[in-house]
C-alpha cells in the first residue's frame, strides 16, 4: 500500500510544472458567469487529448431544468455555454467517484484596484494570482491532475472517475443540477471548492429570498405626509439580523464547531428611491441564509415568514400595508 502511495506521490511531482501551467491557462480564459464557452473548450480537449477520457459537452436544457425543484430561476439560458464531463473507465469491479467543480467565477468589478492583474494568472512566491484562481480552478486543477497522476503512474482504478467542470454556480447551481440530471451519479463525490486546505464533510444550504414594501408616493415638498419606504426597509433589515440572532442561538450541528460560519443570514442588496430629491415609495431587499444538513428548508422558510410578520404588526404602517416575502430558491 505504501507503494502504491509513493508512486502517486512522486507522479504528483513529476507533473507539478504542468498542473501549474494548465491552471495559469484555465484562469487565463475570463470565464465570468455567462461567458463560460471558451474555457469549457479548452478544457474538453485537455481531457480528450491529454488524459484521452471520454468527453460529453452539452448544453444545459432550461426547460428540462425548471421542471425539478432544485431549479433556481436564472434570466438566460446555456446556449454557448455548455457543462463539460470526462469520463474515466475503470478496470471494473470498483466504486465509482465523482469530483465536480464549476468553472464560473464573479465578475473582477474594478480592475485597477487588483494587485495582481485578474486575467494574467501571475505566479508570485509559489502561488497562483487571478480571478478565480481559489474559486475554484485551483479545485478544477487538483482533481484533473489527481487522476492524470494515477493513470499516468500506470495504475488503473477498479472504479469509474468521473470529473465535472459545470457553469453557472455563482447564480445558480443548476450546472451541477444538469449533471445530476444527465445521469452523472457516483459511489462517493468530493466538490473541490474553497476550504483553506480542510476536508469538509458537509455543505450548508442556501435560500435566496426577498422582501418588497411599500410607502406612499407624494411631493417632497409635503413629505410629512407620506410614509418613507426606505424607513420602513431598513426596519426589515434588521428584522433578518434579529432572524440570525435567533437561529444562531437555537441551531447545532457536530460539524459546524462555529456556527456563525455556517448559517448567515443578511440582505446583501437595498433597491430603493430613483432620484436624490423624489421621496422613496418602494423599496425591494434581497437577502439569503443558510441552512446546515438535516435542516428542513421549508421549516426555515416558514419561520422567517412569521418572523417578519411578526415584526410588521409592531408597525402601525406595515401592518397595514404588510411587506411581501418571495423566496426566490
Ligand atoms: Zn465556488
Known amino acids: 500500500m505504501q507503494s502504491v502511495k509513493n508512486t502517486v506521490l512522486s507522479s504528483v511531482d513529476k507533473h507539478r510544472e504542468e ?38 459537452v452539452w448544453e444545459p436544457s432550461l426547460e428540462e431544468l ?25 478496470a471494473g469491479g470498483g466504486r465509482s467517484l465523482l469530483f465536480n467543480g464549476h468553472v464560473d467565477v464573479i465578475p473582477v468589478g474594478d480592475e ?26 485551483s479545485g478544477l486543477a487538483a482533481y484533473t491532475f489527481a487522476l492524470l497522476s494515477v493513470v499516468e503512474a500506470g495504475l488503473k482504478p477498479r472504479g469509474d472517475v468521473i470529473l465535472e467542470y459545470t457553469v453557472d454556480e455563482e447564480l445558480s447551481g443548476n450546472g451541477t443540477l444538469a449533471a445530476i440530471l444527465r445521469g452523472y451519479r457516483a459511489d462517493a463525490g468530493i466538490s473541490g471548492e474553497t476550504s483553506s486546505m480542510n476536508i469538509q464533510p458537509a455543505c450548508i444550504g442556501r435560500i435566496w429570498f426577498e422582501i418588497e414594501v411599500r410607502g406612499t408616493p407624494v411631493g417632497v ?15 426589515l433589515v434588521q428584522a433578518v439580523d434579529d432572524f440570525e440572532q435567533i437561529r444562531l442561538s437555537e441551531v447545532r450541528h457536530p460539524l459546524y464547531p462555529d ?38 428548508s421549508d421549516q426555515v422558510k416558514t419561520r422567517l415568514k412569521e418572523h417578519i410578520q411578526a415584526v410588521a404588526s409592531t408597525d402601525p404602517w406595515l401592518r397595514s400595508h404588510p411587506p411581501v416575502l418571495r423566496f426566490k430558491g
Not at 437595498?270 to 446546515?292: I, N, Q
Request: a positive charge; aromatic letters at 10%.
Open 66 to 90: 425548471s421542471k425539478h425543484p432544485g431549479y433556481v430561476p436564472v434570466d438566460r439560458g446555456y446556449e454557448g455555454r455548455p457543462n463539460v464531463v470526462g469520463v474515466y473507465n475503470g
Open 259 to 296: 456556527i456563525r460560519e455556517a448559517i448567515p443570514c443578511l440582505v446583501g442588496v437595498f433597491e430603493a428611491g430613483s432620484y436624490p430629491s423624489a421621496f422613496p415609495d418602494r423599496c425591494l431587499l434581497k437577502g439569503s441564509l443558510a441552512t446546515v444538513p438535516n435542516e428542513d
Open 19 to 56: 498542473l501549474v501551467e494548465f491552471l495559469r491557462k484555465v484562469i487565463s480564459i475570463p470565464s465570468v458567469t455567462g461567458q463560460e464557452g471558451e474555457v469549457q473548450a479548452y478544457i474538453a480537449d485537455y481531457l480528450r487529448d491529454r488524459l484521452g477520457l471520454r468527453v460529453d
Open 112 to 137: 485597477s484596484s487588483w494587485r495582481h492583474h485578474p486575467w494574467r494568472s501571475e505566479v508570485k512566491q509559489g502561488c497562483v494570482y487571478g480571478r478565480g484562481a481559489s474559486d475554484m480552478k
Open 221 to 235: 415638498q409635503r413629505k410629512w405626509e407620506g410614509v418613507n419606504a426606505i424607513h420602513k426597509g431598513y426596519k
